[in-house]
């Protein structure tokens, strides 16, 4: 049978929006109903799961997505934006280059961390005390890698986003607006990182996110998703910025240091 | 004088975050104050500025945040990020091709419709009558250029996002949120544009956009890039939706219309 | 200890390139040499290598550069590249979304290919036979994955660059200049393949130019850059022919198919 | 009239490459022969060109794609590359964040150096003096912008890449390969700017690689594309010796400069 118009009209259907001539429907709602009808991260949610949020769960993804939004110029993807946003490309090509190194390392975290703990979760679910499902799930998982994914960083002793965060989490709780498999397992992981060490391991900002959107219900890949989300906030803060400043071909140090750095011509374009 | 740690140090200074060990602060507020403090929208606004919204500039920005998230896949944004995420990337990698296309013709309007109508709000201030300015600007634009940024749309008669966006501009006009100079000089355009013609060339999404991030205070460049952050749920939203269907190497027309295709051997990699 | 400015050149240091100013040098080479006594193609090895390639190896390492240029404008590469460049970007912004694609799934069979084939060719080393080998890693790449890299092709039923390409790895094998421990494994993975098949499944383009690599000793992650650099050309080739047809925002379908699709009003920028 | 399934076919239309069931065509050649019967440079001439380029335009060709490939790793692609590969993307994501940085500043000075030398020759071409036209067209560049793009060196006082490209010009001139107006212009300007000044401004590797590029016929956005092809190798090579030494989330800075820098516990991942 020949291929026809609609096999291209099906390659290319979705349920996320439907546009036609005056009509534009996000998840089946017009968008006219939308505009002053939903807040921005209630339309984040329609759009990535189908239904509106109820407020407190459209509260508590809030507190996730503010929390991410940046971590100073030396974090890789800051560092990208700030020098993207000097070589002559639009502000959409600086974040693009910048929300691209978002990746395994820089925000796979709360991905890997989700992950972790749903494995802890689901263990805990059939009767295991969150304790010992912790304790061997962070052993399986110190066999593979020596980072543990979600727990201490490398500048803070105490991330300072885990506790606003983490009361959060607790209060849906109390309120029953998500169940606390997550927290329950995020918790018990520190506390296992913290037995017999001198200087705890407790949970950073990656971990307390994952921990919001898996009680929130997000698939994992969307935690990765989310804090693209939040991070092109900050991204977009910084390049800005440094347009502003007018640098032209910005390196990562500065020409002071470069040896036996010679004064500009006036002319130079760096190449 | 030789180069020291400390011009390393200014090399990257900013005001948009400080971050220290146990210390994170935006714009100098601490973290913990901005989680479940401020609004997502609140804090765009903040890392951007500097300084808070009020709640009615906050409600302002929402909306046109809202209204720019998607416009179906066959948007060139949306149609790279799908693509894009059958192509064995992550969701940051998807979302970055995607957010590199919203350039000066796709996401690109809002920022040059904010320039023009500025040029007409302008010259409104000097006393010029704004349907003058407006038609002095539009003539000059139009000697450049057969496109009219902000206006008219290959799909739709009216742009279904237009009244509600214009609505509540006007409502923040009225409130005093926002002094009116370039809903009136769209408005003045828009007139112009209606003028002994057939069909009406309506202010469009980009143009009502334009019309608030001018309002309320944004440099235009900035047009472009909140549009990055509004268009970037879409974006995620589709790559995941496309991630969920399972297909590999996605191309952008179905494999059933390449000639005499052959079934596949169940082992392919199109490369 | 304080840091210094050493740490700041030390966290940079590299052995690929030393800029000084008047100097440029590439893996200890003066540029001025460089240039007209070197091939684009043994640059590429120079620099990844840090030593020239013999004659032999140059033009084992073009073939392979060569054949992987460009599939057609369904390929999800070179569709990324032609919709991005109508929609106002710079030519080195549509290739960075195009060439962001090239990922596990569009170039990475490439990659995955060569481990597959070393791991053949590592157990062949060891005395055992290659069919035995190449049939137990078979079978164990299978039962992971329905998808063995390198093999078959969802077009082709022989790949059209498999023969001129694995006669030229025959030659450099035959003539030493490399060992053939890689071709041998691909050739006994292929008999395993066409074994009891009403239709073999040959090796494609990816595999044989993961011969190639191998066979030159390149690691596996650089069968996916060098098939980067690659692809680049043609994914620029057609980004500029897309670019000379002046379309704008390019969407995957044409717009006759869009339902009831209305005539431009010749102001249109579609977002 | 109903679209059709050829409107689809259409629109994908290329004259580039021709793939169909076991039939690969670059530009009217089968891959076939192209693989050991073209080299990698004539390859990328003929993807953009559409005909072959005879030997000594190949040989043009090459030396200025090798002069371009590396500038250490301070320039702000290498740098980009370097950091992005830390974040535990792909080698392609890498080289697409860093190519996405190649653009009016960073790259785009050879086109602008080759429509400023393209007017220089225009003028010569039609009986006036290259030197008035130089100065003509200098003074008018010079109103625009303080920058005279492909002129002058942040680090060199002449770029050593300037002499051995020149002269493979000189010889092709010579020899009747190419016309020789867009080196007359260059060293009409480059004369102009070392008139009556301490210290001269020659012409950059930008300003030679627009001579060669305009000399060989190619439009000014392909100098920016060829400028992408040639970067392209080093960017790969840095990334993947970043790889190689085990950095994840790189900065710009040694973590020895950050304040009060606190020893890792060994798990951190920054975000």
Redesign the interface.
């Known amino acids: 049978m ?4 609609q ?6 259907a ?11 429907e ?1 998840r089946g709602r ?3 109903e ?3 009808g ?4 209630a ?2 949610w329609l ?2 799961r189908g239904e509106p949020p109820t407020p407190a769960q459209e509260k508590l993804l ?2 996730a ?13 800051i ?2 934006a ?3 946003a ?8 600086a ?16 991905e890997q961390c989700m992950r972790m703990l749903a494995e802890v979760a689901a263990r805990a679910e059939t009767g295991e005390p969150v304790e010992r499902a912790a304790s061997s799930v962070v052993a399986k998982w110190r066999a593979r890698s ?4 979600g ?8 991330d ?2 885990r ?3 983490l ?2 989490v607790e209060e849906a709780v109390a309120d029953g607006t998500v169940a606390g498999g997550y927290l329950r397992a995020a918790v018990a992981v520190e506390q296992i ?1 913290a037995t017999g060490r001198a ?1 705890p ?1 407790p949970i ?3 971990g307390c996110t994952a921990v919001i959107y898996g009680e929130l219900g997000f698939a994992p ?2 935690a ?2 989310l ?3 939040s991070r ?3 991204i ?6 440094e ?1 502003g400043q007018g640098r ?15 004064p ?8």
């Open positions: 020949p291929p026809t118009v096999d291209v009209a099906d390659w290319w979705t349920a996320v929006s439907r546009v036609e001539p005056d009509v534009i996000l017009p968008v006219q939308i505009i002053g939903m807040s921005f991260v339309v984040i759009l990535l809030e507190v997505l503010v929390s991410s939004v940046d971590h100073g110029p030396h974090a890789p993807s560092a990208v700030r020098i993207a000097t070589c002559g490309i639009g502000l959409n090509n974040v693009a280059s910048a929300v691209n190194t978002l990746g395994d390392v820089h925000g796979g975290a709360g020596r980072y543990l994914p727990y201490g960083h490398r500048f803070h002793t105490v300072p986003r506790d606003p965060l009361r959060h990182l200087r391991v950073n900002v990656d890949p969307l990765r998703g804090f693209v989300l092109s906030v900050g977009l803060a910084h390049a800005w910025e347009t032209r071909n910005k390196g990562p140090i500065p020409p002071s240091i470069t040896p036996t750095y010679l500009g011509s006036g002319h130079a374009l760096e190449t």
